[in-house]
C-alpha cells in the first residue's frame, strides 16, 4: 500500500507543477486552507498543538481500525493549506506507511521546498514529526 502514499504525494506535486510562481503557489494553498474543515476551539488545546510552529497550529489524530486520520487546523492561512495536505497524504494510512515518509522531504517531493520560507518549512517538519512521534507511543 505504500504506492498509495506515493500516489497522493505525485498527485499534489502535479497540482503545484501547473504553478511557476512561487506566489500562485501561496494562493493555492490558501485555496486548500478553505477547503480544511479545520478544528472545534476546544480541539485546539495545548496536547494537540504543533510546537516550532510560527503560526498557532493544531492536528488531532482519530484511529479506526489499523488506518488513521489527521485534522489540523492554524490561524495562518498558508499554514492551514500546508496541513490540508498532511491529512490529503496521510489520511486513511496505517502507522508504518505513515512513518516512513521523510518529514523532511515532504515539501520538496511535492515540489514545495522553494516556495516555502525556512520558518515554514521547519514548522511543518515539526507536524510530520509530531504525527510520527504519537504514533510510536
Not at 10 to 25: N, Y
Not at 38 to 44: A, F, K, P, V, Y
Not at 82 to 106: A, Q
Amino acid at each position: 500500500m505504500m504506492t498509495d502514499i506515493m500516489d497522493k504525494l505525485a498527485s499534489i506535486r502535479e497540482d503545484f507543477s501547473l504553478f511557476t510562481e512561487p506566489r500562485d503557489k501561496y494562493i493555492y494553498l490558501v485555496d486548500l486552507a478553505k477547503e480544511s474543515t479545520g478544528l472545534q476551539h476546544e480541539e485546539q488545546i495545548d496536547a494537540n498543538k504543533i510546537s516550532g510552529c510560527t503560526s498557532q497550529a493544531w492536528i488531532v489524530r482519530e484511529k479506526t481500525g489499523d488506518s488513521f486520520t489527521f485534522r489540523t487546523d492554524s490561524d495562518a492561512m498558508i499554514v492551514k493549506g500546508l496541513l490540508f495536505l498532511i491529512e490529503r497524504v496521510f489520511n486513511g494510512h496505517s502507522k508504518n506507511e505513515i512513518l516512513g515518509i521523510d518529514g523532511n522531504r515532504f515539501l520538496t517531493s511535492v515540489g514545495l521546498e522553494r516556495a516555502i520560507s525556512s520558518q515554514r518549512t521547519n514548522g511543518f517538519s515539526n507536524a510530520i514529526h509530531k504525527i510520527q512521534t504519537e504514533l510510536l507511543k
